[in-house]
């Protein structure tokens, strides 16, 4: 009891405890789920708000470094998390989707601006709507972060409170419309049920077993085939009078030959049209051959950044075929760069292909490893950017990204370049969930600590009913007509929809019930396309409002 009595003496031990004790209440609040859906990790922010009416003494520079501290770590590991997919977002259907969802981020944007100018409502529980409203965190920790420039400190907890009154009900919003839209399309969404499953959860990649029958291909290179670039196909295995050898692009090709391809299964059929006819043998299953094949995780450091031409690999008689990166199965080629983390199928004889295997590492446990270097120079580029000043037209100060701007746009860079020499920027996923489930619950703590009073008072004595409901609309009109408008006019996939629709609000619980309608992986994968674009957007706009309300 006497060590008890010291920690609470202590006021800077005793803001430490009651962060502590706030992150277990939240978490805790956090899990239970009504119908099925849980508010997660905001649950901190609604215990940090009842604590903190209760008036107890906590150190401000502590809550105060808690706040920026869990926000950088937050940012930055998001940042890390989403960049990788940034651009390639873009790619085939991702760029419909992300089309959707920048009408409907425009869209919440010109509600808010509306509601503002309609209602007159104070700027900064304004700002704080329009993070609740889109359910966005990052925007709420980027607007609070830049807001320090231009208002009172104390007055940066009126925007957490905007952001805690409208946060729980965009959840029931996108919860809302998906329920809506299930009504109106019923007849469609009965038909997509049966073929929901998503053909891209398992690898696109094939196998196929092709004999040489072309006379034009007798006596020719494998690398001169006509469209084999193109097609992007590699020939692993070849069988010629009986025997099975290692193919390599020098490999002559005769008539009666039989070769292994691999690629695209479109491509590859595609491609047996030109050298001949599909073989019904198939040369990875004989077992009279010394050629086999395996999967290795590249995990050296001393590899990383090398082209397959630069390594000893060749020389070894094994052919690296493809690779899986974030996810992403993709057949690679001389200009394939090797990058930590990643996942490649060699093929080769056995001896040989041990000997390769050293030179990737091939080690998992060695992933696990969190390399704290490169963390740190990501977070010192992205302050430095964060603080970088320059001017937008219409404004007359000039603005910075914040700390918070600056470190999205870091870590974005960063995880696309991958590497500089031997420092990685890979980070173990479970080190990544860690860094940013860390750093939100800090931050959220931090911000309902200091909220708490503000909070209680905008509902009985203030606006807070009324805000509750402008940001329920804010958020609910958008998507509605957004997510009508894809499915009637564009035929989007209902699951697939409520993905884009649960990305479009970075909405983990959204997403979970999206999920709990389907055995399919399509809301997780539209989801998955859209959120890395939208993170940014939502980041952005947020410090536009602030700018725009103070910096004119």
């Given at each position: 009891?006497?060590?008890?009595?010291?920690?609470?003496?202590?006021?800077?031990?005793?803001?430490?405890?009651?962060?502590?004790?706030?992150?277990?209440?939240?978490?805790?609040?956090?899990?239970?789920?009504?119908?099925?859906?849980?508010?997660?990790?905001?649950?901190?922010?609604?215990?940090?708000?009842?604590?903190?009416?209760?008036?107890?003494?906590?150190?401000?520079?502590?809550?105060?470094?808690?706040?920026?501290?869990?926000?950088?770590?937050?940012?930055?590991?998001?940042?890390?998390?989403?960049?990788?997919?940034?651009?390639?977002?873009?790619?085939?259907?991702?760029?419909?989707?992300?089309?959707?969802?920048?009408?409907?981020?425009?869209?919440?944007?010109?509600?808010?601006?509306?509601?503002?100018?309609?209602?007159?409502?104070?700027?900064?529980?304004?700002?704080?709507?329009?993070?609740?409203?889109?359910?966005?965190?990052?925007?709420?920790?980027?607007?609070?972060?830049?807001?320090?420039?231009?208002?009172?400190?104390?007055?940066?907890?009126?925007?957490?409170?905007?952001?805690?009154?409208?946060?729980?009900?965009?959840?029931?919003?996108?919860?809302?419309?998906?329920?809506?839209?299930?009504?109106?399309?019923?007849?469609?969404?009965?038909?997509?049920?049966?073929?929901?499953?998503?053909?891209?959860?398992?690898?696109?990649?094939?196998?196929?077993?092709?004999?040489?029958?072309?006379?034009?291909?007798?006596?020719?290179?494998?690398?001169?085939?006509?469209?084999?670039?193109?097609?992007?196909?590699?020939?692993?295995?070849?069988?010629?009078?009986?025997?099975?050898?290692?193919?390599?692009?020098?490999?002559?090709?005769?008539?009666?030959?039989?070769?292994?391809?691999?690629?695209?299964?479109?491509?590859?059929?595609?491609?047996?049209?030109?050298?001949?006819?599909?073989?019904?043998?198939?040369?990875?299953?004989?077992?009279?051959?010394?050629?086999?094949?395996?999967?290795?995780?590249?995990?050296?450091?001393?590899?990383?950044?090398?082209?397959?031409?630069?390594?000893?690999?060749?020389?070894?008689?094994?052919?690296?075929?493809?690779?899986?990166?974030?996810?992403?199965?993709?057949?690679?080629?001389?200009?394939?760069?090797?990058?930590?983390?990643?996942?490649?199928?060699?093929?080769?004889?056995?001896?040989?292909?041990?000997?390769?295997?050293?030179?990737?590492?091939?080690?998992?446990?060695?992933?696990?490893?969190?390399?704290?270097?490169?963390?740190?120079?990501?977070?010192?580029?992205?302050?430095?950017?964060?603080?970088?000043?320059?001017?937008?037209?219409?404004?007359?100060?000039?603005?910075?990204?914040?700390?918070?701007?600056?470190?999205?746009?870091?870590?974005?860079?960063?995880?696309?370049?991958?590497?500089?020499?031997?420092?990685?920027?890979?980070?173990?996923?479970?080190?990544?969930?860690?860094?940013?489930?860390?750093?939100?619950?800090?931050?959220?703590?931090?911000?309902?600590?200091?909220?708490?009073?503000?909070?209680?008072?905008?509902?009985?004595?203030?606006?807070?009913?009324?805000?509750?409901?402008?940001?329920?609309?804010?958020?609910?009109?958008?998507?509605?007509?957004?997510?009508?408008?894809?499915?009637k006019f564009y035929g989007i996939n209902y699951f697939t929809l409520t993905g884009i629709l649960s990305g479009s609000m970075t909405d983990p619980p959204a997403l979970a019930f999206a999920n709990s309608m389907t055995d399919s992986n399509l809301p997780s994968m539209a989801y998955a396309t859209v959120y890395p674009l939208t993170m940014f957007l939502r980041i952005i706009t947020a410090q536009i409002f602030v700018i725009y309300f103070y910096a004119r």
């Amino acid at each position: 009891m006497e060590i008890l009595t010291n920690i609470f003496k202590n006021q800077i031990i005793n803001t430490l405890f009651f962060i502590s004790i706030t992150s277990v209440i939240g978490l805790y609040i956090g899990n239970i789920r009504i119908s099925g859906i849980a508010i997660g990790i905001t649950g901190v922010l609604f215990s940090g708000i009842i604590i903190s009416y209760l008036n107890i003494p906590l150190n401000d520079e502590v809550i105060h470094f808690t706040r920026e501290f869990g926000l950088i770590l937050f940012i930055y590991a998001v940042g890390i998390g989403v960049g990788k997919s940034f651009f390639s977002s873009f790619k085939k259907n991702g760029l419909k989707y992300n089309t959707f969802t920048i009408i409907i981020v425009l869209l919440n944007v010109i509600l808010t601006f509306a509601i503002f100018k309609i209602f007159n409502i104070e700027k900064t529980l304004m700002i704080g709507m329009y993070c609740g409203s889109v359910t966005n965190t990052p925007a709420l920790g980027s607007a609070q972060n830049i807001a320090t420039n231009y208002i009172d400190s104390s007055k940066l907890a009126e925007i957490s409170t905007g952001y805690a009154l409208t946060y729980p009900g965009t959840i029931v919003a996108l919860v809302l419309t998906m329920i809506i839209l299930k009504i109106i399309f019923k007849k469609d969404i009965e038909n997509e049920i049966t073929t929901s499953y998503s053909k891209l959860s398992s690898s696109d990649i094939k196998n196929l077993n092709i004999n040489v029958e072309n006379k034009n291909l007798d006596n020719t290179m494998i690398k001169d085939i006509p469209a084999i670039d193109k097609l992007n196909i590699i020939v692993t295995r070849i069988k010629k009078n009986g025997k099975i050898y290692l193919a390599n692009p020098n490999t002559v090709l005769t008539i009666g030959d039989i070769i292994l391809a691999v690629g695209k299964e479109k491509n590859l059929i595609e491609f047996s049209k030109i050298v001949g006819s599909i073989s019904k043998e198939d040369l990875k299953k004989e077992t009279s051959s010394n050629i086999t094949h395996t999967r290795v995780v590249v995990s050296k450091k001393d590899i990383i950044g090398k082209k397959i031409s630069e390594t000893q690999i060749p020389s070894y008689d094994v052919i690296v075929t493809r690779a899986l990166r974030s996810d992403v199965e993709f057949i690679v080629n001389d200009e394939y760069t090797f990058q930590l983390g990643d996942n490649v199928v060699i093929v080769g004889e056995k001896e040989n292909l041990e000997k390769v295997i050293k030179i990737l590492g091939n080690s998992p446990k060695d992933l696990n490893h969190t390399d704290l270097i490169p963390i740190f120079i990501g977070i010192i580029v992205g302050i430095i950017i964060g603080n970088i000043p320059f001017k937008l037209p219409f404004f007359s100060d000039q603005i910075t990204l914040g700390v918070a701007g600056g470190l999205l746009v870091s870590a974005i860079i960063f995880s696309n370049i991958e590497n500089i020499g031997r420092i990685s920027w890979y980070i173990p996923p479970a080190s990544s969930i860690l860094l940013r489930e860390f750093g939100i619950v800090l931050f959220l703590t931090a911000v309902g600590l200091k909220t708490g009073k503000n909070f209680v008072n905008t509902i009985i004595y203030g606006s807070g009913i009324k805000i509750m409901i402008l940001g329920f609309l804010i958020s609910f009109l958008p998507i509605l007509i957004v997510g009508f408008i894809a499915k009637k006019f564009y035929g989007i996939n209902y699951f697939t929809l409520t993905g884009i629709l649960s990305g479009s609000m970075t909405d983990p619980p959204a997403l979970a019930f999206a999920n709990s309608m389907t055995d399919s992986n399509l809301p997780s994968m539209a989801y998955a396309t859209v959120y890395p674009l939208t993170m940014f957007l939502r980041i952005i706009t947020a410090q536009i409002f602030v700018i725009y309300f103070y910096a004119r």
